[in-house]
């Protein structure tokens, strides 16, 4: 549903009364509130996803290590070392 399909749902008319217009009003922050919520639930799922990733990637220490068992293999592979 659109924006405008949206406040015609609200029955907004250029001869609303004070009431119409409040209830009107309470309801379009009402579902302001309902999507900010929403943003907030989605941006705190996005810094977790963000965390979890920057937690997986390798320390300098494990890129060392990886190298030098990825050498070993090479060597082994290049000069018939043990399997």
Do not use: H, W
């Amino acid at each position: 549903m659109n924006t405008k399909e949206q406040l015609k749902s609200l029955s907004i008319r250029k001869t609303m009364n004070t009431v119409e217009i409040n209830k009107s009003i309470m309801e379009l922050n009402y579902k302001k509130e309902q999507l900010k919520n929403e943003m907030d639930l989605i941006q705190e799922q996005i810094y977790f996803l963000a965390n979890l990733r920057e937690s997986q990637r390798p320390t300098e220490d494990d890129e060392e290590r990886i190298y030098k068992l990825e050498g070993k293999a090479l060597f082994d592979d290049m000069f018939g070392g043990t399997k």
